[in-house]
């Protein structure tokens, strides 16, 4: 496994960034494949940096791609094990990238699609210094988050297609409850007719979703 790196975007008003947006593409993808999200959400998020990292692993499924954990035994056990190993990689990886640019957890966020999403809600909710933010596309939580004592609770967006035929709709809102439940700020939004993918209103809403959660951060320090 070689070390984590990607394609990178920003920031869009050039200088030191002041943000970092880490995006977690799914199975079978590599960090190509959500770096064009980082030129439209720029224009909310100007001083921010986006980072798309391939994942740690090779697609065990296929002769390309890449992944966060294999799917090739689906028992819940092996499944919540690979996506904690998944987490841990990819906490080391946001700790590197906060040293880069010289940045608080605060002033991150971690997106990820379907198996990226996954990663990144466990990754950013067992964290003792969360992101500021988790944006969870057409994903799931895989094994119960491990929340650290006394930890601030980052805000999660969980967007997710009512279609989906891959990772289905119910998983998402089964998350919703379990966040609410644990006192994490929660946000929803299901889109009748979609499938496993991500429309404009899910992008729209994910920069504004963005936007304000970095806003808030600052308030707070005035």
Known sequence: MAEMDGPRFGPKAGGAARQLVVLCHGVGADGNDLIDLAPAWAQALPEAAFVAPHAPFAYDMAPFGRQWFSLRDRNPAVLAAGVR???????????????????????????GFSQG??????????RADPPRAILAYSGRLVAPP????????PEVLLVHGEADEVVPVANSRAAEKTLAALGVPVEAIFRPR?????????????????????????EAKR
């Open 85 to 111: 190993e998944a987490a841990r990689l990819l906490d080391g990886f946001l700790d590197a990238e906060r040293a880069r640019f010289g940045l608080a957890a605060a002033k991150c966020a971690l997106m």
């Open 117 to 126: 999403a996954m990663t990144a809600l466990l990754a950013g909710l067992g």
């Open 146 to 153: 491990e929340r650290v004592p006394g930890a601030p609770a």
């Open 194 to 218: 979609l499938g496993h993918g991500i429309d404009e209103v899910g992008l729209s809403s994910g920069a504004l979703f963005l936007q304000r959660a970095f806003s808030r951060d600052t």
